[in-house]
């Protein structure tokens, strides 16, 4: 095994020792809530008025959902870095067009995203990459979520580009108004579970980096406080 090969498997390895412990932390409290909550609908005694059976029952559905997520988002990070040949369903991957794939979803984003967000594009027409556009998709959704909790009030400016670099690689770069980042933060920001807000299960560009890394692309970033985000993601085009 390589150095770097090892360096790579030490650090994923540490990454999953992290995330297995918050994932551990968070489902042992939403079965604590189903739990009570369940003993509180089974109780003989006539429950109290206060105690409705209708959203006892919404808060164990609710609970065991985000418990689910959470699992799925442990399974997500756990799949092996370049294993696009297919997807958790089984779907061969397919050529995409990034920038018609990032244009379709700004225009998703202005008629569904926070209304005090202004969106600036430049989406140079690129050469097409291989892989799943629902998973791209979600990289997407989860990098813009990360941008929109960095805006306070939802309220800000996204600039989204599609280019091509000097070595005729894709690139797509997010940038955002938000509140930005210290050096130290930005260095964990990847790490699955760190998040500086509270609230916030941290895992959202855990998850965007995972996938990309997945389509054999690099992610960087660089931000200062108070001047906002800048996300990089370069891949190789399609070959084929």
């Known amino acids: 095994m390589t150095d770097n090969k090892m360096t790579e498997t030490t650090e994923r390895l540490n990454n999953l020792g ?6 551990g932390h968070h489902v042992i409290n939403a079965f604590s809530a189903i739990v009570s909550n369940a003993e509180l609908l089974r109780m003989k005694t006539p429950m109290p008025l206060v105690v409705d059976p209708v959203s006892l029952a919404d ?18 990070y756990t799949r092996p870095v370049t294993s696009i040949d ?3 369903r089984g779907q061969e991957p397919s050529v995409v067009a990034l920038d018609r794939l990032a244009e379709d979803f700004v225009s998703d984003q202005l008629e569904y ?26 990289m997407l959704g989860h990098l813009i979520s990360n941008a929109y909790d960095a805006m306070p009030n939802d309220e800000g400016t996204v600039w989204l580009s ?70 990089r993601l370069c891949v190789e085009p399609y070959q084929g």
Not at 18 to 23: K, P, R
Not at 59 to 76: G, K, S
Not at 123 to 138: E, K, M, N, V, W
């Open 18 to 23: 992290h995330l297995s412990a918050g994932v």
């Open 59 to 76: 808060t164990i559905v609710r609970t065991a959902l985000e418990a689910a997520t959470v699992a799925r988002r442990l399974i997500d």
């Open 86 to 88: 297919t997807d958790n």
């Open 113 to 138: 995203g926070p209304s005090g967000v202004d969106w600036i594009t430049d989406l140079a027409p690129t050469p097409l990459i291989r892989g799943h556009s629902d998973q791209l998709r979600a």
């Open 162 to 231: 599609t280019s091509t670099d000097t070595r005729g690689w894709v690139v797509l770069e997010l940038r955002d108004s938000g509140q930005g980042m210290e050096s130290e933060t930005m260095v964990r920001a990847v790490e699955p579970f760190f998040s500086s807000k509270n609230g916030h299960l941290g895992v959202g560009l855990s998850i965007a980096n995972g996938i990309w890394r997945r389509h054999r692309g690099t992610l960087s970033l660089r931000s200062q406080p108070g001047e906002g985000t800048v996300l």
